[in-house]
């Protein structure tokens, strides 16, 4: 039986505090987790109290080692950031992402 933990909002705000010198990030609570942008575009997620990202060239090449992780049942694997108490490290990843990140979509107007 697997246990499934939401994540803690001072894991979070300790996250978003080690981002803090970038323009732009933000986050979404979903269902207990927390949705992770720059500047509107999706670069990961919290997850159990676990930092992961999206696998782009830039992330693979800037963590050739991380282990890929499920964020949830059914999802695509992500990758674990274990360095996450290093500040300027974690800001060079998510800056060195964020052209590889797909642009936000358009939502559709209901009329």
Do not use: H, W
Not at 64 to 83: C, D, I, Q, T
């Amino acid at each position: 039986m697997v246990i499934i933990m939401a994540s803690s909002k001072s894991y979070l705000d300790y996250i978003m505090e080690q981002l803090a010198p970038l323009d732009g990030i933000s986050c979404r609570a979903m269902m207990g987790e927390y949705i992770l942008y720059c500047r509107g575009r999706i670069f990961g997620g919290i997850y159990d109290n676990r930092l992961l990202v999206k696998p782009t060239p830039a992330s693979e090449r800037l963590m050739p080692n991380a282990p890929r992780e499920l964020p949830y049942e059914g999802a695509k694997p992500l990758l674990l950031v274990e360095e996450a108490d290093d500040r300027d490290f974690l800001c060079a990843l998510v800056e060195a992402m964020y052209s590889e990140l797909p642009e936000p979509k358009k939502r559709k107007q209901v009329k």
